[in-house]
């Protein structure tokens, strides 16, 4: 997270970024992201928790929806 944060890049690809964070971390890991999208950068962010509300912006796809057919067929906004 330290890279990408610091990297100063508009688009940043999380893949699972929560995992093992305890609350006080998940809520940096937030407040980060937050202030990474107000700034204008974009975020593609794979996890198995539901994000935190404040996070999810524009669109968010739970695969769960699409178990049975074993691929995504849409995406839905938030």
Avoid: C
């Amino acid at each position: 997270m330290a890279a990408v944060v610091l990297g100063g890049k508009p688009l940043w690809l999380l893949d699972e970024p929560d995992a093992g964070l305890d609350a006080a971390s998940l809520e940096q890991l937030w407040r980060a992201l937050d202030a990474h999208l107000d700034a204008g950068g974009a975020a593609v962010m794979a996890s198995h928790r539901a994000p935190g509300t404040a996070v999810v912006r524009t669109q968010t796809l739970n695969m769960d929806d699409y178990a049975d057919a074993g691929y995504a067929v849409s995406v839905g906004a938030a």
